[in-house]
T-cell receptor, first 117, second 109 residues
Framework: GAVVSQHPSRVICKSGTSVKIECRSLDFQATTMFWYRQFPKQSLMLMATSNEGSKATYEQGVEKDKFLINHASLTLSTLTVTSAHPEDSSFYIC?????????????FGPGTRLTVL | EDQVTQSPEALRLQEGESSSLNCSYTVSGLRGLFWYRQDPGKGPEFLFTLYSAGEEKEKERLKATLTKKESFLHITAPKPEDSATYLCAVQASGQNFVFGPGTRLSVLP
């Protein structure tokens, strides 16, 4: 079954509004969570890495004031897209690094499709 | 700089036609190589982890192998439900995952 949940799965918003996406690890503690962005038929683009209780590390070119990341606990991270614009429309995927059984890897959420009108 | 490439970019197979996908990597201090499957509009689903050259893992019609420079994902007698994008990622000594661009596999009935 799924080990990482993401909510909402789909969101449509007006330009200028803010959108919050939640990512939760289920049944394991995630020391590190990652946020990715994916455009159609392209691979995953890492946006930021966050560790519980500390500030996120953003990849080059990702605006930290626009994409606010909060890693409040070992099972929850949130990504807030502030003042969203149509160019922010994309598929956002979170992942959590942890150990499930004997496997230590990154487990991905199902993704959130953001459409900004 | 750690790099991961995958080939081919896209692959079309007839049902039952076995083939292999390639993942080539250049990393300093490989800690693990990971294969994921991604269906359209969904997050990647973990398939395998390989840690050292010579290691092999199998799951149903899939078998992953690893050498010091590349990994292969062999698909034996594929079915249409195997159609997906297959992503390869490596974890280097820096611990972050580096993903390849993926191979889009289509299996025709």
């Amino acid at each position: 079954g799924a080990v990482v949940s993401q909510h909402p799965s789909r969101v449509i918003c007006k330009s200028g509004t803010s959108v919050k996406i939640e990512c939760r690890s289920l049944d394991f503690q995630a020391t590190t969570m990652f946020w990715y962005r994916q455009f159609p038929k392209q691979s995953l683009m890492l946006m930021a890495t966050s560790n519980e209780g500390s500030k996120a590390t953003y990849e080059q070119g990702v605006e930290k004031d626009k994409f606010l990341i909060n890693h409040a606990s070992l099972t929850l991270s949130t990504l807030t897209v502030t003042s969203a614009h149509p160019e922010d429309s994309s598929f956002y995927i979170c992942s959590a690094r942890g150990t499930v059984g004997v496997v230590d890897t990154q487990y991905f959420g199902p993704g959130t499709r953001l459409t900004v009108l | 700089e750690d790099q991961v490439t995958q080939s081919p970019e896209a692959l079309r197979l007839q049902e039952g036609e076995s083939s292999s996908l390639n993942c080539s990597y250049t990393v300093s201090g490989l800690r693990g190589l990971f294969w994921y499957r991604q269906d359209p509009g969904k997050g990647p689903e973990f398939l395998f982890t390989l840690y050292s050259a010579g290691e092999e893992k199998e799951k149903e019609r899939l078998k992953a192998t690893l050498t010091k420079k590349e990994s292969f994902l062999h698909i034996t007698a594929p079915k249409p439900e195997d159609s997906a994008t297959y992503l390869c990622a490596v974890q280097a000594s820096g611990q972050n995952f580096v993903f390849g661009p993926g191979t889009r596999l289509s299996v025709l009935p």
